[in-house]
């Protein structure tokens, strides 16, 4: 890459390698945190923000903006 005002090379380019970059060889990530266990056995379905969202629903006094999904399998929509 050139700057085409001051006749100055900024960077090398190259092409792409395809068939290397499609090689799957991907490097592996660390967990970021440690989940551990529910100690009483009752754990909580819903993700920490989605329980922050609930209960300031349930303060204000209105039904929550979340509707469960029904995991029965069946067709509801009859």
């Known amino acids: 890459m050139v700057d085409h005002k001051t006749n100055t090379q900024l960077a090398d380019i190259y092409p792409q390698d395809k068939s290397g970059n499609f090689s799957g060889a991907r490097r592996t990530l660390a967990?970021?945190?440690?989940?551990?266990?529910?100690v009483d056995g009752n754990?909580?379905?819903h993700p920490p923000l989605l329980r922050k969202l609930l209960k300031e629903y349930?303060?204000?006094?209105?039904?929550?903006?979340?509707?469960?999904?029904?995991n029965t399998g069946g067709n509801h929509a009859q």
Do not use: M, N, R
């Not at 349930?58 to 029904?70: C, E, F, M, N, S």
């Open 31 to 38: 967990p970021s945190i440690e989940v551990t266990p529910s």
């Open 43 to 45: 754990e909580d379905p």
């Open 58 to 70: 349930a303060a204000t006094g209105l039904p929550p903006a979340y509707i469960a999904k029904d």
